[in-house]
Nanobody, 123 residues
């Protein structure tokens, strides 16, 4: 499956952005979906994940209550709504499709990655 992330940009602290991930090539509903991010000089970290049928969602503690992950299998898209953004949210954000059903907080569970979209939050 091919993934294309979009929606990044520059926003002031406290603002909002909505990232989108468009999937093509294979049946999107066969894959759980996740978002990860990587800041300069840091390792890639888990942000959020949603199961194949949107039955469950998972969030990193650092974004819980501020970010919301969702998906639309009919449109082959997934979104990450980010509210109350902080400067520490600045990173390149990646969407990914999981090849494992469980352990969605780990990057090793994902076999397909989008190209990343830059999010910059100014203070």
């Amino acid at each position: 499956v091919q993934l294309q992330a979009s929606g990044g940009g520059l926003v002031q602290a406290g603002g909002s952005l909505r990232l989108s991930c468009a999937a093509s090539g294979r049946t999107f509903s066969n894959y759980a979906m996740g978002w990860f991010r990587q800041a300069p000089g840091k390792e890639r970290e888990f942000v959020a994940a949603v199961t194949r049928s949107s039955g469950a969602t998972y969030y990193a503690d650092s974004v819980k209550g501020r970010f919301t992950i969702s998906r639309d299998n009919a449109k082959n898209t997934g979104d990450l709504q980010m509210n109350s953004l902080k400067p520490e949210d600045t990173a390149v954000y990646y969407c990914a499709a999981a090849v494992r059903k469980y352990e969605l907080k780990y990057s090793a569970s994902y076999g397909y990655w989008g190209q990343g979209t830059q999010v910059t939050v100014s203070s």
